[in-house]
């Protein structure tokens, strides 16, 4: 079968065909009860994936496991709720996954390469230049990328399902054909998949075809996720053009082979800025700009840039280049932006014309407060708002 892109895999039965795929394991599926890792089971997704590669196809992986594999060497009996012994877990766990990775796939002639990323690392500017120009020469190399969420020194980044989220982002990133999300349940259910009457829901075509699912079951105690954070990053990826197949590690090799098993979600938007992505869905905004009516409406009708002059007031603590909420006058979410400049400076710029802050304060002030490629609109709700 000729290898397709993203823009044509349209069932899962094209799945062996595509050329480039993200993988994410979550850390369930690599450790025991207990929480320490279980090298068996990483030996054997890595013999699923040395499969794909050895028929000519590119695999991305991106693995969780390193706090879970750095517990047991501390002792440690459940996972770590503090910070600090996060990260202390984490720097010890990480050198022990990546290991196991290396001799699991040289057993099969393929060399890996340890990368360590935040989900800012995929989208601020130059970083994620330089993350796609690496990822891809690794990639010519036939090196296998292994990412992890960089959590031996991530801050508020070490939190409920980010390399779900980054395993999204990553998808984008690397223009790849399609997202495989490996976890400890085979499937998207219509219910808690133990529960009496619940069925595997094989297809979704876009977000009405799961209304109403409950999802809100807890999972793993070693990992860190559910199915909410994987449905979130399902969003991510299908709205930005990548098709997603969701089920267990114990099925990776029938789900790459393109049978029927978990629950495959079709692309539903199309490839868009990773920078605008990541503003949408992953970013943690640091403050907020309230917007008057003429310039809410020159962001959703005109897609004009954000000036100061349509800004009449502003909360948070934030830097120039931080991920800000741009609000209306009301409160209704518009949009977000990366701002152009620090909370000290705002004050002295609102309302005010770009003519009058070159004038009075010097080149340089008259630039945007939020550039237009550096905004991206949240599109039902700005049009909610206009049609007030």
Known sequence: MPAVSAASL????????????VVKVGSSSLTDGTGHLEPERLRA????LAARLGAGGQVVLVSSGAIAAGMGPLGLVARPRDLATQQAAA???????????????AAHQHRVAQVLLTADDTVRRGHYRNAYRALARLLDLGVVPVINENDAVATDEIRFGDNDRLAALVSHLVHADALVLLTDVDGLYTGPPDREGSVRIPLVAGP????GVDVTSRGS???TGGMVTKLESVTIATQS?????LTSAAQAAAALAGEDVGTWFAATGRRSSVRLLWLAHAARTRGRLVLDDGAVRALVERHKSLLPAGVTGFDGEFEAGDPVELVAPDGT????GLVAYSAEEVPDLLGR??????????PGYDRELVHRDDLILMRRRARATLDR
Request: charged share 20%; aromatic share 4%.
């Open 353 to 362: 014309s770009t003519k009058d802050l070159r004038a009075e304060l010097g």
């Open 333 to 336: 979410l518009v949009g977000r």
């Open 221 to 223: 105690a070693v990992g």
């Open 91 to 105: 720097s010890v766990g990480q050198g022990l996954l990546i290991a196991h990775y290396t001799r699991a796939f």
């Open 241 to 245: 053009g990548v098709p997603v197949l």
């Open 10 to 21: 349209q069932t899962r039965a094209q799945l062996p065909a595509a050329h480039r795929i």
């Open 45 to 48: 997704l890595v013999d699923v």
């Open 208 to 211: 009405s075809d799961i209304e």
